[in-house]
């Protein structure tokens, strides 16, 4: 009988390292605009590294909150390239990571971390380039008991992340992208891009068409004084 709860899976499927690369480019509220907004964190969870944006192949863990013996096992299975993403329910009681993980982590190549929780020994993040998106920050350290699973779909930030998506992560937040629809989102938010440079260069010449914006609120019955 499987021990459900407390189980390690394997990460089987990863995308192409060119698809990566693609959305190395690409900010996320262009990402998020065309997966109409309903596939990124919420704002609590943000940036804790100093700079750095965070592309990669997400590599899901599920903990019970203020335990991080899960997280640790994930950090000796992922490999470089991959993004160990933790929902520990947004408990902030305990950190679930700290500088001794950060160090193996970039040691072992691992692009980064999103964890719906907190963190500890913040200067070290801030001091690099490291990426690493939590929650907040506390002094109190994890437990190591478990439950905890790795592999299997979470919620993190009201985000849903399948293992093996792809997670990108900047100033603005982060997005997991579904792998079986990543070809199209990059060239949907490329295409957008695009668009949104030509904008740019008609407000600055003056051209810029600003009709929309009474036509939209005429369609909703606007009364005009």
């Known amino acids: ?49 100093k700079s750095g944006k965070l592309v990669g192949t997400a590599f899901t863990v599920k903990t019970r909150a203020g335990d991080n013996l899960m997280v640790h096992k994930a950090l000796d299975m ?31 190549g691992i692009a980064g971390f999103v964890i719906d929780g907190a963190i500890r020994d913040s200067v070290a993040f801030l001091k690099r380039d490291y990426p690493c998106y939590a929650k907040g920050v506390t002094h109190r350290g994890p437990y190591k008991e478990g439950p905890g699973e790795i592999n299997v779909p979470i919620t993190l930030g009201n985000m849903i992340v399948h293992p093996g ?35 740019f260069t008609a407000i600055e010449d003056g051209t810029i068409d600003r009709s929309w914006v009474n036509e939209a609120l005429r369609n909703k019955g606007c009364a005009f004084q």
């Open 1 to 49: 009988m499987e021990n459900i709860g407390f189980r390690v899976f394997t990460l089987d499927m990863r995308p192409e390292k060119n698809l990566l690369e693609r959305f190395k480019t690409i900010a996320t509220p262009l990402i998020s605009d065309n997966l109409h907004r309903l596939q990124g964190t919420h704002s609590d969870i943000r940036p804790m590294h």
């Open 78 to 108: 992922a490999e470089p390239g991959d993004v160990i993403v933790v929902d520990a329910g947004g408990d902030m009681t305990q950190a679930i990571l700290g500088e001794i993980m950060l160090r193996i982590a970039e040691k072992n």
């Open 165 to 199: 998506d792809i997670i990108v992560g900047d100033e603005d937040g982060v997005v997991a992208v579904p792998l079986a629809h990543a070809e199209e989102i990059v060239e949907l938010a490329s295409a957008q891009e695009k668009k949104e440079q030509g904008m």
